[in-house]
T-cell receptor, first 114, second 115 residues
Framework: DAGVIQSPRHEVTEMGQEVTLRCKPISGHNSLFWYRQTMMRGLELLIYFNNNVPIDDSGMPEDRFSAKMPNASFSTLKIQPSEPRDSAVYFC????????????FGSGTRLTVV | QKEVEQNSGPLSVPEGAIASLNCTYSDRGSQSFFWYRQYSGKSPELIMSIYSNGDKEDGRFTAQLNKASQYVSLLIRDSQPSDSATYLCAVNLAKVTGGGNKLTFGTGTQLKVEL
């Protein structure tokens, strides 16, 4: 299995631009999670899906952030408009059933907003 | 009080020694506990899981859980320089919505194994 695949690996964009991060979970995993990691705040859960349905988006910082999971093999996290304070590493993770099995993380997308 | 708390370190141990990493959590009803290792610039990697009180051993790693004290630890025996990383504790807190799939992570403890 190729693991959780994220793209792009690095993204540098100007303030105000739209940014779209992509994730392909491990086949057969029915839970998908988007996390953001910074030095100051550590790993923060933004949103998670079970069977393609958003379950908890309480971690989404504000309306500028949105996430979709149109099918079991693809999810996007969009930031529009982006701001410098959005600069962080964004991780996608998947799990067959996280409460029991833990997550497998993707390699992450390092986002820099200038 | 943070929901999952770890000492940020750095924790420095000499090569060959035992490294002891600790984690406390706030929710007494929590059932599942995990340790992740994260090398600098890399993603977190699951190394241990534990669900019952007591010890669980896997190679040089031992996870210890004490639900009464709301405490989980990770011991690394015969520490190697390659063990130098940040270790994240994650807990499936009982007071979650949506079926309990959500893990809450501590901020991690940086471990340095010195030659």
């Amino acid at each position: 299995d190729a693991g959780v695949i994220q793209s792009p690996r690095h993204e540098v964009t100007e303030m105000g631009q739209e940014v779209t991060l992509r994730c392909k979970p491990i086949s057969g995993h029915n839970s998908l999670f988007w996390y953001r990691q910074t030095m100051m705040r550590g790993l923060e859960l933004l949103i998670y899906f079970n069977n393609n349905v958003p379950i908890d988006d309480s971690g989404m910082p504000e309306d500028r952030f949105s996430a979709k999971m149109p099918n079991a093999s693809f999810s996007t996290l969009k930031i529009q408009p982006s701001e410098p304070r959005d600069s962080a590493v964004y991780f996608c993770a998947s799990s067959p059933r996280a409460g029991r099995y833990g997550y497998t993380f993707g390699s992450g997308t390092r986002l820099t907003v200038v | 009080q943070k929901e999952v708390e770890q000492n940020s370190g750095p924790l420095s141990v000499p090569e060959g020694a035992i490294a002891s990493l600790n984690c406390t959590y706030s929710d007494r009803g929590s059932q599942s506990f995990f340790w992740y290792r994260q090398y600098s610039g890399k993603s977190p990697e699951l190394i241990m899981s534990i669900y019952s009180n007591g010890d669980k051993e896997d190679g040089r790693f031992t996870a210890q859980l004490n639900k009464a004290s709301q405490y989980v630890s990770l011991l690394i025996r015969d520490s190697q320089p390659s063990d130098s990383a940040t270790y994240l504790c994650a807990v499936n807190l009982a007071k979650v919505t949506g079926g309990g799939n959500k893990l809450t992570f501590g901020t991690g403890t940086q471990l340095k194994v010195e030659l």
